[in-house]
């Protein structure tokens, strides 16, 4: 059983961080330990899945790596993150699947 995944983000992004992960996914903010909440970053819960995001300096978006989310109703998940993100959501050869990607790089997967 996986405990969380660590993503990782750019320095100063937590108010992006929060509007994206809390506002249009839903996930509860948790709280870090006080040491790690000196680095940056912010952690989110909620819908069974916890994710890490941690502060990289010399951040650079992954090409590839995602989380990706099992939703119950696939076409309300993409007009949210369609109104939620700056690129448009792209719907690849399955039906079942779209994914979307914000400016900073990070992309999310919904499936049904």
């Known amino acids: 059983m996986i405990h ?3 993503l990782a983000c750019p320095a100063d ?8 992960y809390s506002g249009v996914l839903g ?8 040491v790690l909440a000196a680095r940056g970053g912010c952690w989110f819960r909620g819908h069974g899945i916890e ?4 502060v990289e300096h010399d951040f650079r978006p992954a090409r590839k790596a995602h989380p990706g989310l099992l939703v119950h109703d696939l076409d309300a998940w993409r007009s949210a993150m369609s109104a939620a993100v ?3 959501i792209r719907r690849p050869s399955k039906p079942s699947i779209a994914t979307s990607a914000k400016s ?3 992309v999310t997967g919904g499936l049904q």
């Open 104 to 106: 900073y790089g990070w």
């Open 86 to 88: 700056a690129s448009k």
């Open 4 to 6: 969380h995944v660590q």
């Open 13 to 20: 992004s937590e108010d992006t961080l929060r509007a994206f």
């Open 51 to 54: 994710l890490h995001l941690g």
């Open 27 to 34: 996930l509860q903010e948790v709280a870090k330990p006080p």
